[in-house]
């Protein structure tokens, strides 16, 4: 009923629906960087202060440019396979 390029368009589908959402769940988790905020308020920044959440932050940037390659690769072999079903 369906060609094999139908399935692999809704798998990629719902791949890039998962990955979406896995990627707002990142980016909703990640710390708020407001550097140079401390300066209105009165808060310093040491260098102590600075370092303790420099290994979470960075994996969760990290987690957030790989998952947003992921969507990017996704989205353009969608389109390939819709190119390809339309010729």
């Known amino acids: 009923m369906y060609s094999a390029s139908a399935y692999v368009r809704i798998v990629l589908m719902a791949l890039m629906v998962l990955i979406a959402l896995a990627l707002i769940i990142v980016i909703m988790f990640q710390p708020s960087s407001s550097s140079g905020m401390g ?6 920044d040491t260098f102590y ?18 998952l947003g390659i992921i969507e990017a690769v996704l989205a353009v072999a969608f389109f390939v396979t819709l190119l390809i079903a339309q010729w």
């Open 39 to 44: 300066a209105l308020t009165g808060q310093r």
């Open 49 to 66: 202060s600075k370092d303790k959440s420099k290994s979470l932050e960075s994996v969760m940037k990290r987690i957030t440019v790989v």
